[in-house]
């Protein structure tokens, strides 16, 4: 009787995507700047976003509106903190995520004066 009433709570998990199919996007972190600075996702595929530090400096990927609305891949959540990515200098950092529903959101790097130097951009959802 157990496995019965289990049975339609399998039915309605949401399948785990097949990260084998992701796209990659590369971003890359330079000195206050985000290339490309607008990154364009559809709402419910997968991807796999490639952060690339090309600096001798740190930097961040910080998008806490996009990171809390995405669904991210359970390995990389722990790379996620507080809606940011962390990337040393010369370092690479990759997040698999399932992409939010259709709006934009602000992406920044929040390292001191960073942002305000033009380290920012979008990401856009369809």
């Given at each position: 009787?157990?496995?019965?009433?289990?049975?339609?709570?399998?039915?309605?998990?949401?399948?785990?995507?097949?990260w084998s199919q992701a796209q990659t996007l590369t971003?890359?972190?330079s000195n206050y700047d985000f290339d490309p600075e607008r990154l364009q996702?559809?709402?419910?595929?997968?991807?796999?976003l490639h952060l690339v530090n090309?600096?001798?400096d740190g930097h961040n990927f910080a998008a806490p509106n996009f990171f809390r609305a995405?669904?991210?891949a359970p390995g990389d959540r722990e790379r996620v903190k507080k809606?940011?990515?962390?990337?040393?200098?010369?370092e690479t950092a990759d997040i698999r995520l399932v992409a939010p529903a259709a709006g934009e959101y602000k992406l920044h790097c929040s390292h001191f004066m960073h942002g305000p130097m033009g380290?920012?951009?979008?990401?856009v959802v369809q």
């Open positions: 009787m157990r496995n019965l009433l289990a049975l339609p709570l399998l039915l309605l998990a949401p399948a785990q995507p097949d971003v890359n972190l996702l559809q709402s419910g595929r997968p991807y796999r090309t600096s001798s995405a669904t991210i809606g940011k990515v962390e990337v040393h200098a010369g380290m920012k951009g979008k990401i």
